[in-house]
Each structure stands twice: as C-alpha cells, then as structure tokens.
C-alpha cells in the first residue's frame, strides 16, 4: 500500500537540496532506461558524472601571467598532421574588413582623418596549419598612428610577414576620399567622395604598389544622340537622348621613379577622360551645362575605356593598369561593359562573377 504524504507548505531551499541529493542517490544505480521514464528532461541532470562544478562568475581580478600563457593552447600553429583536407598551398590567408581610423595626405599638404577598411593577408606553406590572424592587426597597429603612405604599408607589410614568417603577402585599405569640387556655372562648391583601396602586394620577392579608383560619370550615348536630333531635324519631333550613370574604375600600378601619383592626380587624369563627372552643386545654370557638356562629350562604353586609356598611357608615374568601365543603361534593362588591361599585373582570362555588381554607386 502507497501511502501519500500531503505537503502543507512551499518546500524551502534545505528541502530542495534534500530531495535532489536523494534523486541523484537514486541515479547512481538507476539504468538510462529509469532516468528517461522518470523525466526526459531531467535524465541529464541526474546522470552520475566526474564532471567538476565550474564557478559562473567572470573572474575580473584574474592576471594572465607568462607562465600561465605558456600554457594556452595554439592549434593553428600545429603539426602538419592537423591539417585537414589537401595538404596544399594557399595563396591568401588572413582577415578582412578590419577598421580604424587613419591619416592621409593631401596634395595641397594637409592631413585627413580618414575610416578605413583592412585586408591582409600572407601566404600560408603547404605543411603549416594555419596562422594567428591577429598578429596582422597587431603589426598594422604599431605603425597606423604615423600619416599615411606606401612606405608605412611596407612597414606594417614587414612585421607581419616575419611575425608570420610567410614569403608573400597583401594589405589593401579601402576608404572614401573627399575632394571639393566646383559646380560648372553657379560658383558654388561641395565635396565630391571618391572609393579609393591601396594596396602594396609582395610576391615572389617582387613588390608593387597599386592603387583603385571608383570615377562616376554620366555617359550620353552617341547613337541616341543623333536619333534624337534626326527626328528633331526631319519630323520637327521633340526627343531626347537617353544617358546615364556609370562606373569606371581604374587600378594602377604606381612607379616609384619621380613624383608622387597623389589621389587628386589620378581623379584629375579621369577628368581629363571623362569630363561628364557627375555633379554635386547644382543650380538651373548648372543642370543646363551639364545638358550642354554631355552632348558634347557623348560616349560608348568602349570609348570610355579608350579615353581612360589614354591619359594611363601618358602618364610616367603609372605603369601597369586596369580599366573596368560599367554603362548603367537607361535604355536597356542591361549594362554596358567593357574591360581593358595593360601588361600583366592585371591580366586575367577569368572575370569574377559578381565584378560589375561592385560598380554600382550608390547615392
């Protein structure tokens, strides 16, 4: 016969540890089969175990000295028995989009305070497991408070190559430069911002120093141009030529034999190119020059490469280059591209699959 004992009052904290010592006495002996009939939810809990109890605080006041580092496990820097998968090279190994403020140098001679974005990366042996990608940072660290330059890349490029030990290597910084520019008629003035990424890449001993620039313009298609002014011409038909905005952007390899190649002298050369820039002031003067400068510089997308291509071309302090050039289509529900290289540093036979949804620019 079960007799049942009627509990008057709420159980307090003694009685509670009580009953779960009794549980856990049970629990011993009890099979899995037991403890899962009992309460699916508290098998595990009454499951015997060696398990230690574990303290739940943060331990605030805890030092890591160096004998208790030393003790710290590193599987990355582990024996090539730890590799998984093929036990191959890898050309780039390390971390992206780690930011921080950094100082620039203008052409006129000041100092920007400008965010920017990191990548690095190093090659990783064959028979190494893996790197500590911190240390990447922690080398870029040392030398971001210096103003900016290709030589403090090369510097930061240094450490972290011998921290790494690894022969080649890579650190692009990616930013948005501003540039006041002036409107066409009105007078007024207003900052144009452009996406630049340097870049200082060593490989096989060699380095170079390259340099991207996003230049937004709008394109007026010649085609369209003259379509709408034969039906002007012929019909008294009112029509316009449809135009608009489009990407360039152009990658460099920058010779270190004379001048400086500044940010401002590479957006120069595009105007040069391309002077249908699009504006950032604009009064009723100012929309019916940009009528006027359009008409008068109208460009297919291959003309645009060409045009880029030639400025490149003039240019001593440029050496290898890339010009992408992206026709966002008011008419078509496609773009136009074209794609022109010079020498090998940018030559590929393969186009990344996503490259021209980069060259949106969003307003």
């Known amino acids: 016969m079960n007799i049942v004992t009627e509990v008057s009052e709420t159980p307090d904290r003694e009685a509670a540890e009580a009953a779960l010592n009794t549980l856990r006495a049970w629990a ?32 605030s006041d805890f030092t890591a000295g160096a004998n208790y580092m030393a003790t710290l496990p590193d599987l990355q820097n582990g024996p090539a028995s730890l590799i998984r998968g093929a036990q191959q090279l890898i050309q780039h190994v ?35 497991k893996g790197i500590n990608m911190s240390r990447i940072m922690r080398s870029f660290y040392r030398h971001a408070e210096a103003t900016f330059s290709f030589e403090v890349i090369e510097a930061a490029l240094d450490d972290y190559k011998a921290d790494l030990e690894s022969l080649d290597a890579r650190i692009q910084m990616r930013f948005s430069f501003p540039m006041k520019i002036g409107s066409l008629r009105s007078g007024l003035t207003g900052y144009q911002y452009y996406d630049i990424a340097l870049e200082l890449v060593e490989q096989g001993g060699k380095r170079k120093k390259l340099i991207h620039l996003d230049y937004v313009y709008s394109s007026t298609c010649p085609c ?3 379509l709408s002014e034969h039906a002007r011409q012929t019909r008294g038909q009112l029509a316009t030529p449809h135009s608009q905005r489009s990407v360039a952007r152009i990658s460099v390899e920058t010779l270190d034999a004379g001048d400086c190649l500044w940010f401002e002298d590479l957006i120069d050369l595009c105007r040069r190119a391309v002077p249908t820039e699009t504006q950032v002031m604009v009064k009723r003067e100012d929309e019916q020059a940009f009528a006027e400068l359009n008409a008068a510089n109208p460009i297919f997308v291959e003309d645009a490469a060409r045009l880029f291509c030639e400025q490149l071309l003039a240019e001593d302090r440029v050496g290898d280059f890339r010009i992408v050039a992206s026709h966002q289509e008011s008419l078509h529900s496609h773009d136009a591209i074209s794609i022109l290289t010079q020498g090998e540093t940018f030559a590929a036979e393969s186009i990344d699959p996503k490259l021209f949804n980069t060259l949106f620019h969003v307003g």
């Not at 052409?107 to 190494?128: F, I, Y």
């Open 28 to 59: 011993e002996t009890a099979t899995p089969a037991e403890l899962a009939a009992l309460d699916p939810a508290m098998s595990r809990m009454l499951a015997p175990s060696d398990y230690p109890t574990l303290s739940r605080a943060y331990p």
């Open 94 to 128: 390390g971390i992206s989009n780690f930011r921080l403020p950094i100082r620039y140098r203008s052409r006129e001679g000041g100092d920007l305070q400008l965010e920017t974005s990191v990548t690095g990366s190093v090659s990783l042996d064959a028979e190494k």
């Open 224 to 226: 369209s141009l003259e």
